[in-house]
Structure formats: C-alpha cells, structure tokens
Nanobody, 121 residues
Framework: QVQLVESGGGLVQAGGSLRLSCAASGRIFTINDMGWYRQAPGKQRDLVATITSGGTTNYADSVKGRFTISRDNAKNTVYLQMNGLKSEDTAVYYC???????????????WGKGTLVTVSS
C-alpha cells in the first residue's frame, strides 16, 4: 500500500511563514504529479499548487507569489513553502500524489490525512 504523511502545520501570525512536507512511502513504482490542496471550514477542497515529476509548477491565483511548491524525487517528498500568510489561508492542507505501484498498474491518486494551518490576524 501507499501512504502519504504530511507535517509542518501549525499556528502562525499573519505575515509569517510555514513549510509543509509530505513524504510518500510504501509500494511505489513511479510518482507523477504531486500537489497540495486545502479545505477551509464549511468550504470545498481547493487546489493550492501542483508539480510534475519534471518540476513544472502550477498555482492557484490566490497563492501566486507567496507560496512555492517543490519536490525531492529521491525522497518521494513534496514541500510547500508558505510566506506572507493571511488569515484566509487558514485550512487543512492535504497532500496528493498520482502514483503507479508497479509497471503493470495504472496510476492512482493518493491523499494524506491533512495538516492544519491556522493563521491568526
């Protein structure tokens, strides 16, 4: 099986920074896109940023210029550096990865359990 484990969430003041990490482990053949999504209370889960295996990135307009996604393919890990945090960034942040578990399988999406980021104003 595959597991995604996030870390790095917490409480931070507005204008501050946090760095989230997500490590994939288990039966992994290849990892395609990895990304971060977030869900605020009472709202749907929204895309924050994604990164391909080759390093091409995509960001939600609301975080462009403040957040940076990166990955370490050797460690099967994706990161999200969050700077200039705002109260509206408060949410549970979920890691996502599109993974093939063998050369004979199709890729599937896997999700972490989420890490809470709270930004106080």
């Amino acid at each position: 099986q595959v597991q995604l484990v996030e870390s790095g969430g917490g409480l931070v003041q507005a204008g501050g920074s946090l760095r989230l990490s997500c490590a994939a482990s288990g039966r992994i053949f290849t990892i395609n896109d990895m990304g971060w999504y977030r869900q605020a209370p009472g709202k749907q889960r929204d895309l924050v940023a994604t990164i391909t295996s080759g390093g091409t990135t995509n960001y939600a307009d609301s975080v462009k210029g403040r957040f940076t996604i990166s990955r370490d393919n050797a460690k099967n890990t994706v990161y999200l550096q969050m700077n200039g945090l705002k109260s509206e960034d408060t949410a549970v942040y979920y890691c996502n990865a599109n993974i093939r578990t063998s050369r004979y399988s199709f890729a599937m999406d896997y999700w972490g359990k989420g890490t809470l980021v709270t930004v106080s104003s």
